[in-house]
Nanobody
Framework: QVQLVESGGDLVQEGGSLRLSCLASGRTFTIKTMGWYRQAPGKQRELVAD???????NYADSVKGRATISRDIVKNTVYLQMNSLKPEDTAVYYC?????????????WGQGTQVTVSS
């Protein structure tokens, strides 16, 4: 199995920047994609960005141009750099990984890290 631990959540002012990190452990060689979702109070969890093993990244429209996802395969870590933060970015950010096992894939989630943007 794969385990994920996020870090980097914080309280920041509007316009500020933040970098979230997610460290994967366990059967990391089975990971195909890693990324970030977020969930604001009263809202559904939504994709922020993800990145494949080959480095292909995908972003939500709401963060395009403000967020950069990167992945260090050797360190088994994925990062989310967010700039020009807005109050609407306030949410719990969850790291996820899609991993493979025989004939199937499964998703693993971290425990979440709180990002709060004050206006």
């Amino acid at each position: 199995q794969v385990q994920l631990v996020e870090s980097g959540g914080d309280l920041v002012q509007e316009g500020g920047s933040l970098r979230l990190s997610c460290l994967a452990s366990g059967r990391t060689f089975t990971i195909k994609t890693m990324g970030w979702y977020r969930q604001a109070p009263g809202k559904q969890r939504e994709l922020v960005a993800d990145i494949t093993n080959s480095g292909s990244a995908n972003y939500a429209d709401s963060v395009k141009g403000r967020a950069t996802i990167s992945r260090d395969i050797v360190k088994n870590t994925v990062y989310l750099q967010m700039n020009s933060l807005k109050p609407e970015d306030t949410a719990v950010y969850y790291c996820y990984a899609r991993a493979s096992r025989v004939y199937t894939e499964y998703d693993v989630w971290g425990q979440g890290t709180q990002v709060t943007v004050s206006s």
